[in-house]
Each structure stands twice: as structure tokens, then as C-alpha cells.
């Protein structure tokens, strides 16, 4: 109900951007210092409109506002992010593409050097935002390591919002409009505060993000679980951190702004006063986070997304992960035993090798907790292996989903490669679960 709620409320909003400034032009027309001289004229200035309600719907999306991403989950929000970028960029070319048609002699707006300031604006912001475009649909194709693409998108995306509002600023004629002034004036003010708690207060001065380092257990060779704690100040009680169990956050190693930071699945259970990330160390940060002191402090931002089973409707749950993407599921599985949750789980778990499968005995424990199936597949089997192997497939799922009672109220999650969502996707596909019942969340960004 929470969930479904938080959508109206955003779609609203988003809705709200889009539909007003175009919707203000239609009723305003009539104003003598609005009244265009013909066709192309109100199509320049109403694909104007559009592309800058979309940019700000763009710009707003990826802010890390954890309610829109518990409404859509992180996925959706990033798919309709780039999404909006395009169209934002189509917008733009099809403004300028109306101007020019009103006047062929307007195209001497796109000289940088003679053209007046707003147009001079007008061009910096596209030049910025197309290739903001080309830079997002190259993503890693581009050979550009992670934080050095976030940087140039952020760059980027600064630059296009600014000299679009300084051509907005310009236009004489909608900016001495009431209307019109006040409802740009709102944009740019909602754009400049969800900024502002993006990139100033959640990173610089919110005292809930930091956390302490309680310990660091080893899971295997290549993984750990790091073990924070909110921190707590001058001995009072810690601030409590609230999430859903699926739920991830990024975790930073400093306080600032320009600090590393990466995306983590919570690990464990939601009814604990710790909180655990289960992380394979892969590269300089996740080791840097393998070897921090107990005591050391950390920087989280969270929790954010839409990936969890925290849901009275469902009658079961299916899961699939592949290696540390059962971190998730833990966190369900753990938090389904705090509440004695009876409704039956069943866990399919991939992994290349034997030593790959984590939390084995864990989860024979908690099969005295749950009604928990646990199915483990290896890709590559060893002599004296006598379960699945092989990839997911069809006759799998028929395994896994038998006996089940009332299969079509299940939920599927899938956490894992790319390789193994796509699988797991298409036979659950081939079998016939309804899309809205499968959950997926990956942190492909780039």
C-alpha cells in the first residue's frame, strides 16, 4: 500500500512538471505579450516548454531521493532517467529545428559569438546535453572508468541545466509573464533543492549517514561481511537506520563530496541493531573496506530501492542468485526469521564451484526456521557432485516450483551476472509467471 501510494504521489509530481508549463501556455495565449505570430511560432515555444520540463524530470530522477526509489525501484528509475535524456535531446533539436522554420534567418542564433546572450546560452546547453547523450549510450563502451564517467556526467549535467535556466532567464517575453515567471521560477527552485540535499547535506552534513565499524567477518576467500553500526554521539543512543530487507546503499569511506563510493546490498536481517554488508573484494575500494579497523567510521547513503519482499500479499517466494547475489535474499530470508514469517521460500543459489556457495550452513539452520527449499546449482561440478548443474532452465523451475499451492500469487526475485538474470528471466518467461510478479535489481549505471 506504502509502495503504491509513493507512486501516485511521484507520478503526480513528474506529471505535474510536464503538464503545467505546457498547459499554462494554452490558457495564457491569449495575452497580447504572449499571442504568437503563427504555427511555427507556438510549436518553438511549446517544444521549449516540453524539453524543459523533461530536463528537470531528468535531472531530478538519479537524486537519490530514497522514496521515489522504494515507489519504482533503482532500475526503473534509471531506465526512465535515460530515457528522459533522449527525449530531452529530441526536444531540443526540434525547438531549435521550429525556430529556424518560423525564420530561416534565426539560424544566425547558433553563432556563439554574435548571437545574443540567450541564445549564446541556448547553444552552450545543447552542445552539453548532446553530449551528455552520446556519453550515456557509449556508457563503458566509451573506456572511461566508472568514477571518471560519473564526473563527466555530472559536469555535463550542470552545465546543461545552468545555461538552459540563463536561457530561460532571457526570454523577455514569457519571463515577464506572472505566470509564467513563477512556474519557472518553482522548477529551478525544486531542481536547486533536491540538488542541494544530493550533493550537500545527505554527503556533507547528515548525521545519519555516518556509521561505525563493528567487525569483519570472513565469508570466503574473495568475500567478507563488513559489520557497521549508526554512530553513536557523546553515549547516547544510536540513531536508528531503518530499511527493507533487499534494500542497498553506497558506502563512502570519507565525508566529502567527491569521495569514492559504490553500491552494496544490505546483507542482514531488518530486526537487527547491526548492519551487514556481504561484499567480494574485487578491486582497490572493496579491499580497502576488507582491511578497515574495527572502530573506523564509514559513510552510508541509504537505503534505496524497491527489491524486497516486504509484502503481505504474496502467498510465496521464489529466489534466484548467482555468487554474492544471494546477499539479498539473506537479508530476506534473515528477516523472515526474526517474524516468523511461515510462508514457504524457495532459494535457488548458482555458483561455478562448491567453494562459491555461500552461507551453506546458515541456511541449514534456518531451514529449521522457515519452510525453506534450498536448490544449489554448480556450473562447473566436481567429482562427487550429486546435485544440479548446468544453467537455469525450465525442467529446474518445474523442480523448485513443485508442490507449490497457488504458484500464480508467488513472487520471483533474481539477483546476479547479467548472464544469469537474462536466463532466469526468459524461462520464468517460458513457464508463464507474470512479469509483475518477477523483481530484478541490478547496479548497471553506467
Given amino acids: ?194 540538488f542541494g540535499y544530493r550533493w550537500a547535506w545527505r554527503p556533507m552534513f547528515d548525521p545519519s549517514t555516518e556509521f561505525v565499524v563493528r567487525g569483519i567477518r570472513r565469508e570466503s576467500r574473495t568475500v567478507s561481511t563488513l559489520v557497521l553500526e549508526p554512530l553513536s554521539r557523546g553515549g547516547d543512543r544510536a540513531t536508528t537506520w531503518a530499511f527493507a530487507p533487499g534494500q542497498f546503499a553506497w558506502i563512502r569511506l570519507d565525508r566529502s563530496v567527491t569521495a569514492q563510493e559504490h553500491p552494496f546490498t544490505i546483507a542482514s536481517s531488518a530486526h537487527r541493531g547491526t548492519t551487514e554488508f556481504t561484499i567480494r573484494h574485487a578491486g582497490d575500494f572493496t579491499r580497502a573496506l576488507r582491511r578497515l579497523p574495527p572502530g573506523s567510521r564509514v559513510w552510508v547513503d541509504g537505503p534505496h530501492g524497491a527489491f524486497t519482499n516486504d509484502s503481505e500479499d504474496a502467498s510465496g517466494f521464489v529466489m534466484i542468485a548467482g555468487g554474492v547475489g544471494v546477499t539479498p535474499m539473506m537479508s530476506m530470508l534473515r528477516t523472515a526469521a526474526h517474524r516468523g514469517d511461515r510462508r514457504p521460500y524457495r532459494l535457488v543459489v548458482v555458483a561455478s564451484a562448491p567453494e562459491d556457495l555461500l552461507f551453506r550452513a546458515e541456511l541449514a539452520h534456518l531451514r529449521l526456521q522457515l519452510d525453506l527449499d534450498v536448490t544449489e546449482v554448480l556450473r562447473r561440478p566436481t567429482n562427487g557432485w550429486s546435485g544440479h548443474t548446468g544453467e537455469i532452465g525450465v525442467e529446474l523451475m518445474s523442480v523448485v516450483l513443485a508442490g507449490a499451492e497457488q504458484p500464480g500469487r508467488y513472487e520471483f526475485f533474481i539477483c546476479g551476472p547479467p548472464s544469469l538474470v537474462s536466463d532466469a528471466l526468459s524461462v520464468l518467461d517460458v513457464i508463464g509467471v507474470a512479469p509483475q510478479h518477477v523483481h530484478t535489481e541490478q547496479f548497471d549505471f553506467a
Fill in 1 to 194: 500500500m506504502e509502495q503504491r501510494l509513493l507512486r501516485v504521489v511521484w507520478l503526480s509530481v513528474f506529471g505535474a512538471i510536464v503538464g503545467a508549463p505546457s498547459l499554462a501556455y494554452i490558457l495564457v495565449l491569449p495575452s497580447p505579450t504572449l499571442a504568437p505570430d503563427g504555427l511555427w511560432h507556438r510549436l518553438s515555444e511549446q517544444t521549449g516548454l516540453l524539453a524543459l520540463s523533461a530536463l528537470v524530470c531528468t535531472a531530478v530522477l538519479p537524486s537519490r531521493l530514497r522514496s521515489l526509489n522504494r515507489a519504482f525501484g533503482i532500475e526503473s528509475v534509471v531506465d526512465v532517467h535515460r530515457f528522459l535524456g533522449i527525449v530531452t535531446a529530441a526536444l531540443v533539436l526540434a525547438h531549435l529545428a521550429c525556430v529556424v522554420a518560423e525564420n530561416p534567418a534565426n539560424i544566425a542564433l547558433l553563432d556563439i559569438v554574435r548571437a545574443p546572450a540567450r541564445a549564446q546560452a541556448a547553444t552552450t546547453a545543447t552542445v552539453a546535453l548532446l553530449a551528455l547523450a552520446a556519453l550515456a549510450m557509449l556508457g563503458r563502451r566509451a573506456g572511461l572508468s566508472y568514477e571518471l564517467w560519473r564526473w563527466s556526467h555530472v559536469a555535463l549535467a550542470a552545465t546543461v541545466l545552468l545555461f538552459a535556466g540563463l536561457h530561460v532567464w532571457g526570454l523577455g517575453q514569457l519571463m515577464a509573464d506572472a505566470t509564467f515567471a513563477s512556474l519557472f521560477s518553482l522548477m529551478a527552485l525544486l531542481v536547486l533543492v533536491v
